[in-house]
């Protein structure tokens, strides 16, 4: 069974991120939401998060990894295939009414690695391209396939990224988890931050139990009825288990663990009391002598037993010193505030940074060639971006995509 990377899983949260807040997330790449296309094609109404699915996760990966061995770019891929050729041939079951489309993005060029910044060059590049932002948006689709690969590609070093994206009518409805460590604080699954071996259980108001465990990247998906669940994680490194209440209906459910902010802190061990020190045998006479009226605010005295003081002069605070102390401590605490949900907008923004000099390209299912203007070459780093009109229909014994 296909798992993502730790690329291909942020891929699919910066790709979830943006279905939550469209119109947010088109703000701060600079455009509008339906730039490129007709007025009103996308809502920006939120839309439910993708759920990776093993088979589009490994008909990704193989087309990704093809097109640089084979120093190509097209959803066209071996043998001739389609997109959903492959899909199906990667173990996907189309049935009932269905959809599926793709995403493909390459940067190639100079100094180009597969690297966290590169992921989000190519998922920003694809999100203000007008047809591929349509299809990163389409509330049809329930499932996804991310397959990002390293290579050469026109003799430079490259990075490609497939998104598979599909809806069959054996689909249902999924919870998606993503378990992290946010090692950064800014509260985002990043690669390198990922809680595999972490135990999901889910348990129904009815009393009924899934489980499952989080791949190496962090991520898992659970498909699940509509209903009241709790979900619990535990193992994999965690001090203490975590639950969550979460409610399902007819669309996706994305639950996150973020051990930053989701797991109780250990207590810090009670420091064993100090030895006491014992001055000596028989009967002591213990002599309090205070300086001056508590009252006035801080007391100062000395302590003297058998006639012989111990230590200097001491000073008591009262309590109103310690009310004064109480107020600076939360203070200093009000001063450092968490970020909260400002990260995926960020790292889109950070990649709209990227240099944008690249080859863009939208074709439909039937493979129309670009126009002039949308073949336009900016020289440097190259992007090359493109995808099809989605396939949808009802399947027939004949052909199965209509």
């Keep these: 069974m296909a798992q993502p990377s730790a690329y291909e899983q942020y891929l699919l949260e910066l790709v979830n991120a943006a279905r939550a807040n469209p119109t947010a997330t088109a703000a701060s790449l600079g455009i509008g939401l339906n730039d490129g296309l007709p007025a009103g ?54 049935s009932g009414s269905w959809v599926w489309g793709e995403n493909i993005a390459v940067l190639f060029g100079t100094g180009v690695s597969l690297s966290a910044a590169t992921v989000q060059s190519l998922e920003t590049m694809l999100f203000k ?9 389409n509330p049809a689709y329930k499932e996804a396939g991310m397959g990002v690969a390293g290579g050469t590609f026109q003799g430079s070093a490259a990075v490609d990224a497939t998104q598979d994206f599909a809806l069959s009518g054996s689909s249902g409805t999924f919870l998606t988890v993503v378990a992290y460590n946010d090692g950064n604080g800014d509260n985002f699954y990043e690669p390198g931050e990922g809680l595999g ?12 139990t899934w489980q499952t465990t989080t791949w190496a990247s962090g991520g898992y998906q659970m498909a699940l009825g509509a209903g009241s669940y709790t979900v619990t994680f535990s193992g994999g490194g965690l001090a203490t288990p975590v639950t969550r209440s979460v409610s399902i209906g007819a669309a996706n459910v994305e639950v996150d663990l973020n051990t930053r902010v989701d797991e109780p802190a250990v207590p810090a061990p009670t420091p064993a009391p100090a030895a006491a020190t014992v001055l000596g045998a028989g ?16 007391a100062q005295f000395t302590v003297n037993v058998d006639g012989q003081q111990i230590g200097g ?58 126009s002039a203007s949308e073949r336009a070459w900016h020289g440097g780093l190259g ?18 995509f209509g």
Excluded: C
Excluded at 129 to 137: D, K, P
Excluded at 197 to 208: D, Y
């Design 41 to 94: 094609t996308i809502s920006g109404a939120p839309e439910a998060p993708l759920a990776f699915n093993p088979a589009l996760i490994s008909a990704a990966q193989q087309h990704s990894a093809w097109m640089l061995a084979a120093n190509t770019f097209s959803h066209t891929g071996a043998g001739g295939s389609s997109p959903g050729d492959s899909m199906v041939a990667a173990g996907y079951s189309f």
């Design 383 to 400: 992007v090359l971006a493109d995808h099809p009109v989605p396939a949808v229909g009802a399947l027939s014994s004949s052909h199965p």
């Design 313 to 370: 002069v001491q000073t008591a605070t009262t309590g109103a010193g310690l009310a004064q102390a109480d107020a600076a401590s939360g203070s200093a605490g009000d001063a450092v505030p968490q970020a909260t949900g400002s990260g995926a907008l960020s790292r889109l923004l950070a990649g709209a940074a990227a240099p944008s000099t690249l080859w863009d390209r939208h074709d439909g299912a039937a493979g129309q060639a670009p």
């Design 283 to 298: 009967q002591d006479t213990l002599a309090l002598s205070v300086s001056e009226d508590a009252w006035q605010g801080n």
């Design 129 to 137: 391209s007008a047809g591929h932002r349509e299809n990163l948006l």
């Design 197 to 208: 071996g972490i135990s999901v259980v889910v348990k129904s108001a009815s009393g009924q």
